[in-house]
């Protein structure tokens, strides 16, 4: 099976845009009425976000080993 580097420097970049795209959406969330339904998504999909960003951030940390 053949391997590929993983390009750390494209890694980061997106780590950044998707914290900047996780903060984006957390503001318009916050924005929402509580009850909104489409808040109530939003805050959902920041939640999400954030966890896929948490999962990234360690893959970078793991293959800079």
């Known amino acids: 099976r053949m391997t590929m580097a993983l390009d750390l420097s ?3 970049s997106l780590s ?5 795209l996780t903060l984006r ?7 929402c ?3 909104e339904e489409a808040g109530l998504a939003l805050r959902e999909l ?5 966890a896929s960003a948490r ?11």
């Open 46 to 50: 920041e939640r999400q976000l954030e």
């Open 33 to 35: 009425d509580e009850k």
């Open 16 to 20: 950044s845009s998707l914290d900047e």
């Open 55 to 65: 999962r990234l951030t360690s893959i970078l940390r793991q293959a800079e080993r």
């Open 10 to 12: 494209a890694l980061a």
């Open 25 to 31: 959406i957390g503001q318009l969330a916050a924005a």
